[in-house]
């Protein structure tokens, strides 16, 4: 009979994201191994402090606490390339192995049971995404909670480390040296508006995507290619948020993914009162790390205080959802002239799938900026697909106001509407559909000042 091995796990960490230091290095000692194997022992590296481009980057320190999860899978190098894995694939059936921190302790679970052999070992630390999504993505949440009576718990709930170990069992057992694969952001926002006010939701805009289900590259300890669902913005719902005096300021902390911003970003700012401010800064090249905590800042008064026509939205449905079903905004409908199967609501966004298909958005005011994903789905059929967006003043006669073409990939697009002051409709038509799908998410709509 085969021998078998169960696979243990355990760290001296503490965690929990507490305040925002300067530079440290925390290394987790190992815990003396049980009788019946060799504890995976787990080197965390937090980041340095250093200060460019007017943002300042720091290290928020980091522990384990009760409830967290590190998931661990398992292949040989013929399996790698497979969809059966030793531990980790398939997903549904095998999923990775679960080791939960309790008791001040990483618990071994029953399952992790392994035979004599080589393998590739792969941990993950995160919320519960390794446990819904393939051993080889992570998904970073674009709207993420954070109660600001306890502002930055949500952190450790959004992070992610992951680490790799090849090892041949029984002769050795994994060890991890994990790896943060995000950063974190940090904006202080104090009120200057000459009043009280609260605030209701805090958002950061960039210019690659910053959230979405990403794979990971567990040789290099970074995230790889956007694997689906991506957003270049982080929206923060703030919870039992206090009324802030006037000069009185507050921290929205959020998790994004690091990339490399090339031009401008943005913060917006919802009041509980509707009022919006935003701010638009062009930061020219600017790295986002991984494993990094950066701060920005946004003074609310008038000249950050920007009117919104459309507020950001999207659809609030499931999968395949018919679009009669939808309860649209104000303001914004789908033209009825088309047929229904034409359209669907797919967990979040306004599907497109037919010729014609169109949603129409309707304002009585100049807009400034016209703000909106775009996602391309390749489905059966051959030829150009043209995607357009029209502008009308009575809702009747549409010219162009920007002719997108055969869109192939998912993209965010900003359309400066100034040039476009007495148009009172914007119409997202697929003009012309070959072998794409199209979605529409997270449509916004600013008024000129």
Not at 39 to 58: F, K, S, W
Not at 362 to 375: D, E, G, I, R, V
């Given at each position: 009979?085969?021998?078998?091995?169960?696979?243990?796990?355990?760290?001296?960490?503490?965690?929990?994201?507490?305040?925002?230091?300067?530079?440290?290095?925390?290394?987790?000692?190992?815990?003396?191994?049980?009788?019946?194997?060799?504890?995976?022992?787990?080197?965390?590296?937090?980041?340095?402090?250093?200060?460019?481009?007017?943002?300042?980057?720091?290290?928020?320190?980091?522990?384990?606490?009760?409830?967290?999860?590190?998931?661990?899978?398992?292949?040989?190098?013929?399996?790698?390339?497979?969809?059966a894995w030793t531990w980790g694939k398939p997903n549904k059936t095998n999923p990775p192995r679960a080791y939960a921190y309790t008791g001040g302790a990483f618990v071994t679970p029953a399952d992790a049971i392994i035979n004599p052999g080589t393998y590739n070992f792969t941990a993950v630390y995160t919320n519960a995404s390794q446990a819904k999504y393939a051993a080889g993505t992570n998904s970073l949440d674009n709207e993420q909670v954070q109660d600001c009576n306890a502002p930055m718990a949500h952190l450790a709930t959004n992070d992610c480390l992951i680490g790799s170990s090849k090892v041949t069992i029984p002769d050795a057992q994994p060890s991890f040296t994990m790896k943060r694969i995000y950063s974190w952001m940090k904006i202080l926002v104090t009120n200057g508006t000459g009043t009280t006010a609260t605030i209701k939701n805090v958002s950061f805009t960039s210019t690659e995507n910053i959230a979405g289900v990403f794979n990971l590259d567990f040789e290099t300890g970074k995230i790889g290619a956007i694997a689906f669902s991506p957003s270049q913005s982080v929206d923060v719902a703030m919870?039992?948020?206090?009324?802030?005096?006037?000069?009185?300021?507050?921290?929205?902390?959020?998790?994004?993914?690091?990339?490399?911003?090339?031009?401008?970003?943005?913060?917006?700012?919802?009041?509980?009162?509707?009022?919006?401010?935003?701010?638009?800064?062009?930061?020219?090249?600017?790295?986002?790390?991984?494993?990094?905590?950066?701060?920005?800042?946004?003074?609310?008064?008038?000249?950050?205080?920007?009117?919104?026509?459309?507020?950001?939205?999207?659809?609030?449905?499931?999968?395949?959802?018919?679009?009669?079903?939808?309860?649209?905004?104000?303001?914004?409908?789908?033209?009825?002239?088309?047929?229904?199967?034409?359209?669907?609501?797919?967990?979040?966004?306004?599907g497109m799938r037919a010729?014609?298909?169109?949603?129409?958005?309707?304002?009585?005011?100049?807009?400034?900026?016209?703000?909106?994903?775009?996602?391309?789905?390749?489905?059966s059929g051959t030829g150009e697909n043209v995607f357009d967006i029209l502008g009308s003043e009575d809702g009747v006669s549409y010219t162009m106001i920007k002719a997108m073409g055969n869109v192939t990939k998912t993209d965010t697009y900003t359309i400066d509407m100034t040039q476009h002051s007495a148009v009172r409709y914007i119409k997202f038509i697929l003009t012309t559909r070959a072998d794409y799908n199209y979605s529409l998410y997270d449509i916004e709509l600013t008024g000129a000042k």
């Open positions: 009979m085969k021998m078998m091995k169960k696979i243990f796990i355990s760290m001296s960490l503490m965690l929990a994201a507490s305040a925002l230091t300067s530079c440290a290095n925390d290394d987790a000692s190992a815990i003396t191994p049980d009788a019946q194997g060799v504890a995976v022992n787990i080197t965390a590296a937090l980041p340095e402090t250093r200060t460019e481009i007017g943002y300042v980057d720091g290290a928020y320190k980091v522990a384990w606490k009760e409830g967290d999860n590190i998931y661990v899978s398992a292949y040989t190098d013929a399996e790698q390339a497979a969809d919870t039992n948020a206090k009324a802030l005096e006037v000069g009185g300021s507050q921290d929205a902390y959020f998790v994004f993914a690091p990339h490399t911003a090339n031009g401008d970003v943005t913060i917006m700012v919802t009041m509980t009162d509707g009022k919006v401010y935003k701010q638009t800064k062009n930061i020219g090249s600017k790295t986002f790390e991984a494993g990094k905590a950066y701060t920005a800042a946004i003074t609310l008064n008038a000249n950050t205080n920007m009117p919104i026509l459309f507020a950001k939205w999207s659809p609030d449905c499931d999968k395949d959802a018919a679009i009669s079903s939808i309860v649209f905004p104000e303001g914004l409908s789908y033209d009825t002239n088309v047929a229904e199967d034409a359209y669907k609501c797919y967990a979040g966004k306004l010729t014609g298909a169109a949603y129409i958005l309707h304002y009585n005011q100049p807009a400034a900026t016209l703000t909106f994903t775009l996602q391309a789905n390749k489905a």
